[in-house]
C-alpha cells in the first residue's frame, strides 16, 4: 500500500498559484510534481473558495478594536477632566485670589 504524502500549506498555495496565473497548466503541474490532476484541481478549488477570507478580519477582533476606541476616547474624556480639575484646584488655593 503506498505511502500517503502530505504537502504544506505554502506549498499547495505556491502551486495554486502558479495554475491561476498560467505559469503552469493543470497537466503540466500534475506530471512536474506528481500530484493527481483531480488533487490540483481541488486545491485551487479550496483557494479561491476561500481566498476571500484572507481579507476578513475575525468577529473577535473586530470586538477587540471597537472596545479599544471605546476606552480611547474614555482615556480623553478623564484627561480632559482631570486637566480641568487641576486648573481649578490650582486657581481655588492660589494666595493671590483676591479675596483678602
Known amino acids: 500500500m503506498p505511502k500517503k504524502r502530505t504537502f504544506s500549506a505554502e506549498f499547495k ?3 495554486v498559484l502558479e495554475l ?3 505559469e503552469k497548466g493543470l497537466m503540466q503541474a500534475s ?5 493527481k490532476d483531480a488533487v490540483l484541481s481541488r486545491w485551487r478549488q479550496d483557494f479561491i473558495a476561500n481566498a476571500s477570507q484572507l481579507f476578513e478580519q475575525p468577529k473577535e ?16 474624556r478623564l484627561t480632559m477632566q482631570l486637566e480641568l480639575s487641576k486648573k481649578v ?12
Open 13 to 15: 498555495a505556491r502551486l
Open 20 to 22: 491561476i496565473s498560467g
Open 31 to 35: 506530471r512536474e510534481y506528481g500530484i
Open 61 to 76: 477582533v473586530q470586538e477587540k478594536d471597537v472596545r479599544i476606541a471605546e476606552l480611547e476616547r474614555m482615556v480623553g
Open 89 to 100: 484646584l490650582s486657581y481655588a488655593s492660589s494666595p493671590s485670589r483676591g479675596n483678602d
